[in-house]
């Protein structure tokens, strides 16, 4: 049990739609990262938040933004979806960069 | 530009050792994590190497050469439930994990 949640679990959306997934981290941890994660491929970092900070991005267009709360927990907004954005997303939470524990994922599929 | 290469799968038999390559290119060196994977989980932590040489833990030992750019995780006694993909990912200068694609293990009984 990592203690990482994210919700919702599965969410389907039409094209060019607004989505916000949610993420909470594990207590003690001052680092959220987010990554997108399509079919058979490896996590693609998405943006970091450190401290209520943006600390990193991607490559990802500004379509993609986030926040983080005092609470140290997190959301991912996505304005005008597209049919690429389907993909699994996956919250990670640390100090810093180190040994990131993974939330469950927020699994989007855009139609 | 940043870059992570594995082997995009590989197969082997329960009971045996196999051995998964990853190396890289990336701006800065802040240590190298390996992550297993099931399919339709989220990845969970196996090992992290900062410095030079071999990590043992149980049945899985992690390598690293820092001067080579080059990683491996050694996987042994095989079990059926080993099967996932095993993802290689480096701390960059910037403290920001670059991920490799990943490499699928399937394991024959």
């Known amino acids: 049990e990592t203690g990482v949640t994210q919700s919702p679990t599965h969410l389907i959306k039409t094209r060019g739609q607004q989505v916000t997934l949610r993420c909470s981290s594990q207590?003690?941890?001052?680092?959220v990262s987010w990554y997108q994660q399509a079919l058979g491929q490896g996590p693609q970092f998405i943006f970091q938040?450190?401290?209520?900070?943006?600390?990193g991005r991607g490559n990802f267009p500004p379509r993609f933004s986030g926040l983080q709360f005092p609470n140290y927990s997190s959301e991912l907004n996505v304005n005008a979806l597209e049919l690429d954005d389907s993909a699994l997303y996956l919250c990670?939470?640390?100090?810093?960069?180190?040994?990131?524990?993974f939330g469950p994922g927020t699994r989007l599929t855009v139609t | 530009g940043q870059n992570i290469d594995q082997p995009t799968e590989m197969t082997a038999t329960e009971g045996a050792i196999v051995q998964i390559n990853c190396t890289y290119q990336t701006s800065g060196f802040n240590g190298l994590f390996w992550y297993q994977q099931h399919a339709g989980e989220a990845p969970t932590f196996l090992s992290y190497n900062v410095l030079d040489g071999l990590e043992e833990k149980g049945r899985f030992s992690s390598f690293l050469s820092r001067s080579k750019g080059y990683s491996y995780l050694l996987l042994k006694e095989l079990q059926m439930k080993d099967s996932a993909s095993y993802l290689c990912?480096?701390?960059?200068?910037?403290?920001?994990?670059?991920w490799g694609a990943g490499t699928k293990l399937i394991i024959k009984p």
């Open positions: 990912a480096v701390v960059d200068s910037n403290y920001q994990l670059i």
């Open positions: 938040y450190y401290r209520e900070e943006e600390n």
């Open positions: 207590s003690g941890h001052n680092t």
């Open positions: 990670a939470s640390s100090c810093l960069a180190y040994e990131q524990y």
